[in-house]
Each structure stands twice: as C-alpha cells, then as structure tokens.
C-alpha cells in the first residue's frame, strides 16, 4: 500500500523562525491533508488539498499540493510557542483508497 | 461545527475489566472510524463505519468489540485488554467514506482521544 515519508522527524527553532517541513508519496495522490496534534489532544485538521500545484493558506500556514502529485509542503512563517505539536500529512490509503493513510509526523519544538 | 467528543478523557483499567469508549458527533456524517495511537507515532486504523455498518476490521484482536448504536454514536467496548493496549484512543468521523470520488470525503474530523491504560 502507500507509505508517506514526512521530513524532518524533529526541529527545534527559535521564535519567530519560519518553519518547512514536507511529505512524499510511492504513488500519485488526489487529496493532501494537514493535521496538527498537540500533547493530549486529537489531531486538527488545518489545510486540506485537492488540486496538483494547489497553494492554500491558513493564516501562517500554507501549504502546497506538489506538482508531480507525490508530494506536499507545509509552511509555518513567524513560528510562536503554541505552534508547538506534531503535524501529520496524511493521503489516500487503502486498497481501495477508501482510508486515511498518515506520515511518520514532524515533532515541532519552539524556543520563545 | 466540526466537533467529535469522546468520553472518558481518561481510563485506567485492570486486564480483568470490561469497559467501554464512547464517541459522538452532530455533523450527519456517516462515516465514523477508531484509530489506536501511540506516543510518538501517527494513528492506526482499526474500524471504520459506515452508515452504522462495520465496513473495515484492520484485523484487531477480538478483545476490542466495536458497536454503532446510531448514526451519531461509535462505542468501543474493551475486555481482556493487555497492558500493551496502552494508547491514545481516536474516534473521528467524515462525511461518507472516501472511494474514487476521494477529495473532501477524506476530511476526518478527530475527537480528543481517550487515554487509556491497562495495568
């Protein structure tokens, strides 16, 4: 079945900093989602994406839909301490396509 | 309103014990699944509903019993749990299940979890 990669697994950075991390597909995706999960709690679904070369901003999220369909990216721009989680990609899954499959998530720490 | 809620919040219990998971949502969707997470990992699938049919078993041992009394509600009934149950449980719902069509119907919408320990 499909395997999402999401890089990096971890970053620290300081207040302010902006923030890139991304995910890659085996195979071609229709749909991209981006969820945020914080210590305790479920992940929240923050942009989701439809369209190859899609750009969809939340705020000071913005994520992008790759153009090759295997990949997508999320930024975080003038990152603040309660930007702080785990976020997960998450596509197509199944033999059927008919589930959620997610990546490994990227841990993100920030030091006010 | 895109909200799930899930009871208890927290859980501990013997490997003895029967107990139960409870998850809610008002949104009409109908499509409803329970996902296992542990720490530092990304969510596992474990049962999908749809219109209150079981419509996925991820192959999960029997000690987990799943029921969906209605279109709203998703219980998880536990018994004979080991303490390497221990997890985040996850409910979420969506719209309708995601096939070909794919696209908004793979927006799930998650409940807080219950966290639950065995001892």
């Known amino acids: 079945g499909q395997q999402l990669n999401q890089s990096p697994q971890s970053m620290f950075i300081q207040e302010g900093e902006d923030v890139s991390m991304n995910c890659t597909s085996s195979?071609?995706?229709?749909?991209w989602l981006w969820y945020k999960q914080e210590p305790g709690e479920g992940p929240v679904l923050l942009i989701a994406?439809?369209?190859?070369?899609e750009l969809t901003s939340n705020g000071r999220l913005t994520a992008q839909f790759g153009i090759t369909r295997k990949d997508s990216f999320l930024n975080i721009s003038a990152s603040i301490p309660s930007d702080v989680g785990i976020y997960f990609c998450?596509?197509?899954?199944?033999?059927?396509?008919?589930?959620?499959?997610f990546g490994g998530g990227t841990r993100l720490m920030v030091k006010p | 309103d895109t909200e799930v809620t899930q009871t208890p919040k927290h859980l501990v219990m013997g490997m003895t014990n029967k107990k139960s998971l409870k998850c809610e949502q008002h949104?009409?969707?109908?499509?409803m699944y329970w996902y296992k997470q542990k720490a530092k990992k990304p969510p596992e699938l474990m049962f999908v509903?749809?219109?209150?049919?079981?419509?996925i078993n991820e192959s999960v041992p029997s000690r987990f019993s799943p029921e969906c009394p209605n279109s709203s509600l998703l219980n998880l009934h536990l018994h004979a749990l080991q303490p390497e149950d221990s997890a985040l449980y996850l409910c979420?719902?969506?719209?309708?299940?995601?096939?070909?069509?794919?696209?908004?119907?793979?927006?799930?919408?998650f409940g807080p979890g219950t966290r639950l320990t065995v001892t």
């Open positions: 998450a596509g197509p899954g199944g033999n059927a396509g008919n589930m959620l499959t």
């Open positions: 949104m009409g969707h109908r499509a």
């Open positions: 994406l439809y369209k190859a070369g």
């Open positions: 195979s071609i995706f229709n749909t």
């Open positions: 979420a719902s969506s719209r309708l299940i995601p096939g070909l069509a794919g696209g908004r119907l793979y927006e799930q919408y």
């Open positions: 509903y749809s219109y209150e049919k079981l419509s």
